[in-house]
């Protein structure tokens, strides 16, 4: 099994920018996908980028794409997500999850393992 640990969340200013980390361990080599997910109080889960395990392929959703980049350093088992130019309605708990098969990357069935989540608040 793997595990996932988010991190880099906290309070920033609309316009600002955060980078968020996810952390794998345990049988990382079964890592095909990983994903980044939000969810915001009383609103469903929603993917907003993944990456394949070699880094070659890339999905973004419509509502980050040119102001969030995903990127991984396989060496330490960890997958970033860079948002810039954040707004308002941003603000959410931002989880990552993995694939452990070769699907697509938007595929939002395909994801497990579950991290805690981070919070990430942004003021107007």
């Known amino acids: 099994q793997v595990q996932m640990v988010e991190s880099g969340g906290g309070l920033v200013q609309a316009g600002g920018s955060l980078r968020l980390s996810c952390a794998a361990s345990?049988?990382?080599?079964?890592?095909?996908?990983t994903g980044w997910f939000r969810q915001a109080p009383g609103k469903g889960r929603e993917l907003l980028a993944a990456?394949?395990?070699?880094?070659?392929?890339?999905y973004y959703a419509d509502s980050v794409k040119g102001r969030f980049t995903i990127s991984r350093d396989n060496a330490k088992n960890t997958v970033y997500l860079q948002m810039n130019s954040l707004k308002p309605e941003d603000t959410a708990v931002y989880s990552c999850?993995?694939?452990?098969?070769?699907?697509?990357?938007?595929?939002?069935?395909?994801?497990?393992?579950w991290g805690q989540g981070t919070q990430v608040t942004v003021s107007s």
């Open positions: 990456i394949s395990r070699s880094g070659s392929s890339t």
């Open positions: 345990g049988r990382t080599s079964t890592i095909y996908g």
């Open positions: 999850a993995v694939q452990t098969r070769i699907v697509s990357l938007d595929y939002t069935g395909g994801y497990l393992n």
